[in-house]
């Protein structure tokens, strides 16, 4: 177990950072960590966990960003190409008493300081619904059905928040077991579960079903939530690439503009390219190197 005087900072976001064949996952969370930077006020410390190939590909620009770069022990996800098997580690793995857990393609434009206060009234505050791009709460089931099928809490891990203690200790045991039993799950717990490897949503909401919904979520509050560019999420088909529908913008404060709506939640814009790319050449742009 976790000692408390170990921890290097009381708050912090935190994110998994492995690289594939296929993604870059380094350069989003340098554009993560810069948003995070550039938007917040309270509370801008990042961490990052790496494996080693990953950690071996760091310079001296990422670490004039990162505040803490963390290994991972025992990479669990070793021989995946989507590695999220890790994810249960969190707990004992993040430098702070208390954690924004984050994926790492959600970029912040907006502060979200006033969410600390409100969250901190659990040990693990989970997200349970979603917006679209204009700020709408998502009532989309087409990437649900294996939630509404077996009565899941609808929860999305995204971006959560957790704090040292007793109750998020078991919630991330209960991840672990499920990740490590997840053929069992599948075949034998779950119904029309097509899922040949477990997904973080689907293994939080069942050890968030395992604790308890009501410790893990909060329905007094508006957040935390995130805009979710998923095409069905936004009205459109399944398998819509939302940059060819909507156009993205940033100017030199930060404000962030997709189809002339200021994204005032942080924007979870999926596709594993970062839409920086995409922006006007303002600071953010220059020192994440994508002119």
């Not at 340098?30 to 917040?40: H, R």
């Not at 203690?165 to 599948?186: K, L, M, P």
């Amino acid at each position: 177990m976790r000692k408390s005087d170990s921890f290097k900072e009381q708050q912090g976001f935190f994110t998994f950072v492995q690289n594939n064949g296929e993604t870059d996952y380094l350069r989003l969370a340098y554009c993560q960590a810069l948003s995070i930077k550039c938007s917040q006020q309270k509370v801008t410390s990042y961490a990052i966990a790496v494996d080693e190939a990953t950690k071996a590909q760091l310079t001296d620009k990422h670490r004039a960003v990162f505040d803490h770069i963390v290994d991972i022990p025992d990479d669990a996800s070793a021989n995946d190409s989507w590695k999220l098997k890790n994810e249960w580690k969190a707990w004992w793995l993040t430098p702070y008493k208390e954690t924004i857990k984050v994926e790492s393609d959600i970029l912040f434009s907006s502060s979200i300081d006033h969410w600390w206060e409100g969250m901190q009234q659990q040990e693990v505050c989970l997200t349970s619904h979603v917006r679209d791009y204009e700020g709408n709460v998502s009532t989309c089931r087409d990437y649900r059905l294996l939630f509404d099928d077996n009565l899941l809490p609808d929860v999305y891990n995204g971006l959560m928040y957790f704090r040292y203690g007793r109750t998020s200790r078991d919630f991330f045991i209960y991840a672990r077991y499920v990740y490590e039993n997840w053929t069992q799950f599948r075949d034998g717990l779950l119904v029309n579960c097509r899922d040949e490897e477990p997904t973080t949503d689907v293994v939080f909401a069942i050890a968030a079903q395992m604790l308890g919904i009501e410790n893990c979520t909060n329905p007094t509050l508006s957040y935390p939530t995130f805009a979710h560019m998923k095409g069905g999420i936004n009205g459109w088909h399944m398998a819509t690439d939302w940059t060819d529908k909507l156009y993205a913008q940033i100017n030199e404060s930060l404000n962030l503009t997709v189809g002339f709506n200021h994204q005032e939640y942080p924007f979870h814009y999926i596709l594993k390219v970062c839409i920086l790319k995409q922006l006007p050449k303002n600071q953010l742009v220059l020192q994440t190197g994508l002119e």
